[in-house]
């Protein structure tokens, strides 16, 4: 319904080699973070699969996902995966 707006960042820290999953989940129209939120996944351990910590922050998110009534489906709209400190320092333009 366009109340509450989500969103996922991911990846693999720089230097460190920790994975890390970030959940966002936005009051669209209050302009705050729903209370409770971001949901922020770090395992501070280098080679730990990415996707098991998606799939654990995932988990935490569920219950406000639910109460929100947030779709799971949205398109993917910007990657970056660099793995370099001087790449991921720069710009990179979005427009939607």
């Known amino acids: 319904d366009g109340k509450y707006f989500g969103f996922e960042q991911y990846g693999v820290e720089d230097g460190t080699g920790f994975p890390y999953s970030d ?4 009051d669209v ?3 705050v973070w729903v209370k ?3 949901i922020q996944q770090l395992v501070r351990r280098a080679g730990t699969d990415l996707e ?3 799939e654990a922050s995932r ?3 569920e219950p406000f996902l639910w109460r929100l009534n947030v779709g799971t489906k949205g398109n993917h709209v910007l990657a970056d995966p660099s793995e370099t400190a001087e790449a991921a320092a720069r710009f990179v333009p979005l427009t939607v």
Request: aromatic fraction near 6%; avoid cysteine.
């Open 36 to 38: 409770g939120t971001p």
């Open 23 to 26: 959940i966002f989940l936005i």
């Open 29 to 31: 129209e209050k302009d």
């Open 52 to 54: 098991k910590v998606r």
């Open 59 to 61: 988990l935490r998110a």
